[in-house]
């Protein structure tokens, strides 16, 4: 045997079991240098040596935005439950007027007039008419069941618009949510502060305000509202405090406004009318424009059938059939009486009112329609075309009560200048009848004589003064009673100086002649001024009997939901002014005006008419005022500027507006006489023809006995 002792060779087996070395691996380095390299395509290779250079700073880039995305998501849920956590109850919301609003009735207690911010009570979204809720989804949200208090969606493509439109995303159509529009509406959560805001228009206007910032402050209150409330609490809350026009408040209160009826039983046409609102609530107010009005109606309809609320036919049905207002809305007659009765009242139960206020006055709409279409028929057929004459008319009752009011040609407007209570402009004839009445009360006659001739008067400082008639012509002898019908200017200034300006004076100021009146003898010429109103309630006071009326139009105010009034009436019959007996004799006289003198234009038949017309010095104002049995009527036509009319004296136009206004007044009504007395045969005083004396033109021995009369007469009268 051959090798070492001890020693085997290895058997065959043996070599077969036994383990084969395994082969290294190649290092991490070695296999990516033996990695195929990735292939970019042809775009990535033209790009990535652009790349090359911004490669960190891309990373970078991504490492910060993906940072800062968590930090302003955590900012937003903060700001998110903040809101959320400080938002009330939806009661405390629906309500976001800063003032109350004014309701005013006429005298058979339907509703003519709303002044301030009208809210007809809260009404919540699910009680509101489908076909409503259904139109203002449809126009302003049709995803509002599915965002989260934002849609991104509609938010994008706006900002895309008005990029287009005008280069600033932010200016022009938003793309708001319903969510995000009342978030607006509720000026996330910061309630007017008369110290911050001038007044509640501009705190609306700071809260529309868009910024960049603002619109972030929208989403996140949006966000918090969805959080808070429901979907239909949202909804009710928007329902209630959005904007509709005319002082409406919500959509109950708007369509009360237009409609007359509660928003529960709108149809589609009105329905979509009032969604349509919601765009430009001052513009599209259908009080303002009903065809614009109905014609954004008809947008809103093919919205609606198009988001499948409406069928093709029910489409059809309201396309064919729009919304249209309701007669008290489409008439907005009153609104010259209603701005009156709003000034006479307080300010705290009216303008500056928190409160809902009702105010029930004197108006009736037959009278003050009868008033405004005279007035606009006469304009239209008697006047010439472009013409800026002005015109005011006032009827009231015999104790001072205001039927009607129209103080100018304008009659849609409210808060405009009122000519028949704020103008204040001379009188000229029509001041004549109180000249009269203080001759007839100190026992003249109308039968009495004066001579209608050239006569000067001569007051300290003044020199000389002749006035003349408005023919330049002189009638010689003439009564009292002629001397009226024809309005002849020298027998009024003669007794006005015999009977003395002082009682004169008097006597116009007791019929409530208020204004400051003339010291000069041009008194009786009416060179004094006065408003429409206070004349017409001055003749009110001849109608009636002899006593001083104040003109009134507010009957009762209450607040609303109460029953008991806070204010009643306050004007009415006051004190005895002259004897009855004059007032009679007086109306008497003031129907031979109408019955064959200048005021014959005024004449209504069928019917005792008594008035006196009235022009100024240089035709600047021209008048008519008289009264039936029943209602006294004032007419006034002029230019606001003072300029000169034009062939227009107080027996022309301002007669007939009084005529074409009385014939529409008493149509249908039994004629009423009028309360006057025709005068015995002639034994009282005749005026004296010279200027001295004692003023009274008869003896101490008669004056004293008249005055006596007088005394007595105020005595028993309770004057």
Not at 160 to 175: D, E, M
Not at 475 to 490: D, F, M, P, R, Y
């Amino acid at each position: 045997m051959t090798g070492k002792r001890g020693s085997k060779p290895p058997l065959v087996a043996e070599k077969r079991s036994r383990p084969v070395a395994k082969a290294r691996k190649p290092s991490t380095r070695a296999r990516r240098r033996k990695a195929a390299p990735k292939r970019r395509g042809l775009l990535g290779t033209l790009l990535w040596p652009l790349l090359w250079p911004f490669k960190w700073l891309l990373i970078l880039f991504w490492r910060i935005t993906w940072r800062g995305t968590v930090v302003v998501m955590l900012l937003v849920g903060v700001g998110v439950f903040y809101y959320a956590s400080s938002l009330p109850s939806i009661d405390e919301l629906v309500d976001g007027r800063t003032r109350g609003s004014v309701t005013l009735l006429d005298g058979d207690g339907a509703t003519f007039a709303w002044r301030g911010d009208q809210f007809g009570g809260m009404i919540s979204s699910d009680a509101v008419n489908e076909n409503l809720r259904n139109a203002v989804i449809a126009t302003e949200d049709k995803r509002f069941y599915w965002h989260f208090g934002v849609d991104f969606y509609a938010t994008g493509a706006a900002m895309v618009r008005n990029f287009r439109n005008g280069g600033n995303p932010l200016s022009g159509a938003g793309g708001s949510s319903i969510t995000q529009q009342t978030a607006k509406l509720l000026c996330f959560g910061h309630p007017f502060d008369p110290d911050t805001w001038e007044d509640e228009t501009a705190y609306e206007a700071d809260c529309r305000r868009t910024t960049l910032w603002r619109k972030v402050q929208e989403a996140v209150y949006a966000f918090a509202m969805e959080a808070r409330y429901t979907k239909a609490e949202i909804l009710t809350i928007y329902l209630n405090r959005a904007y509709l026009g005319a002082g409406s408040r919500g959509f109950e209160a708007a369509s009360q406004r237009y409609f007359g009826i509660s928003a529960i039983d709108v149809n589609p046409a009105q329905s979509a009318m009032l969604a349509g609102l919601l765009k430009a609530p001052s513009s599209f107010a259908p009080t303002r424009n009903l065809q614009v009005s109905q014609d954004r109606g008809a947008t809103v309809i093919r919205l609606m059938q198009e988001n499948g609320y409406l069928t093709e036919a029910e489409a059809a049905d309201a396309q064919a059939n729009p919304a249209t207002l309701s007669e008290a809305a489409r008439a907005r007659a009153g609104g010259y009486f209603a701005d009156w009765v709003m000034d006479t009242a307080p300010s705290y139960f009216t303008s500056d009112t928190t409160e809902d206020v009702i105010i029930r006055t004197t108006l009736d709409p037959r009278i003050q329609t009868a008033a405004e279409d005279a007035l606009v028929w006469v304009f239209e057929n008697k006047v010439r075309d472009g013409s800026e004459a002005q015109a005011a008319i006032v009827v009231m009752s015999a104790d001072g009560a205001v039927r009607a009011m129209v103080g100018g040609r304008d009659l849609t407007v409210s808060g405009a200048f009122n000519r028949a209570t704020q103008a204040l402009r001379q009188t000229g004839s029509a001041f004549k009848p109180f000249i009269y009445a203080a001759a007839l009360d100190l026992g003249w006659s109308p039968l009495a004589t004066v001579v209608d001739e050239r006569r000067c008067w001569t007051t300290p400082g003044s020199g000389a003064w002749c006035p003349s008639n408005y023919t330049n012509e002189f009638k010689g002898e003439v009564t009292l009673v002629q001397a009226l019908q024809q309005s002849l200017n020298i027998p009024a200034v003669i007794l006005s100086e015999e009977i003395g300006r002082d009682i004169v004076r008097t006597v116009a100021e007791g019929f409530g002649i208020v204004s400051d009146l003339a010291s000069g003898p041009a008194l009786a010429l009416g060179a004094s001024e006065s408003t429409l109103v206070e004349m017409t309630g001055a003749y009110a006071g001849i109608l009636n009997g002899g006593s001083a009326v104040k003109p009134y139009g507010l009957v009762e105010l209450r607040l609303a939901g109460e029953s008991e009034p806070l204010l009643t009436a306050t004007g009415g019959i006051r004190e005895r002014v002259i004897q009855e007996s004059a007032a009679r004799q007086l109306t008497w006289m003031m129907y031979q005006v109408v019955e064959g003198g200048s005021g014959s234009r005024a004449a209504v038949e069928g019917w005792e008419i008594a008035g006196k017309t009235g022009t100024t010095q240089g035709a600047r104002d021209a008048w008519f005022i008289g009264f039936s049995g029943d209602y006294v009527a004032g007419v006034w036509m002029g230019y606001d500027n003072n300029t000169p009319l034009t062939g227009v004296t107080g027996s022309g136009l301002p007669a007939e507006i009084w005529h074409e206004t009385m014939t529409r007044v008493l149509s249908g009504l039994a004629p009423t006489p009028l309360p006057m007395q025709a005068p015995a045969e002639f034994i009282g005083p005749q005026p004296s023809t010279g200027q001295g004396g004692d003023g009274l033109g008869f003896t101490p021995e008669q004056a004293d006995s008249i005055i006596n009369n007088v005394l007595r007469e105020l005595l028993n009268n309770g004057g």
